[in-house]
């Protein structure tokens, strides 16, 4: 039985995607490796949104909130959050 030695034609790279979900599927079915001739350095800045905001807090305070946290079944982020809620809803 005789192999073939050909490599696969392998499809153009897009110029435009259109979309991010156009993007998804074509390469959850190419390998960037099949590529690597158009790949160049770029710069990129991402932001993205959150609903969270951090707060500095002593570190022997945040070991007796970690304690408190274990005891009760929750996490430390979520018990502090809860603290506060009450105290400025209350």
């Known amino acids: ?17 259109g979309s991010i979900e156009a993007f998804w599927d074509f390469w959850d079915t190419h390998s960037s490796a099949d590529y690597e001739e158009f790949t160049e350095s770029v710069e990129a800045e991402i ?3 959150s ?7 002593a570190k022997d305070l945040f070991t007796q909130v970690k304690t408190e946290a274990r ?9 502090i959050n809860l603290w506060v809620k009450e105290k400025v809803s209350g």
């Open 71 to 79: 005891l009760q079944g929750v996490s430390s982020e979520t018990l």
């Open 51 to 57: 609903q969270k905001v951090y707060c500095a807090i």
């Open 47 to 49: 932001r993205l949104p």
């Open 1 to 17: 039985m005789e192999k073939n030695n050909e490599t696969p034609a392998k499809d153009m790279l897009p110029e435009n995607f």
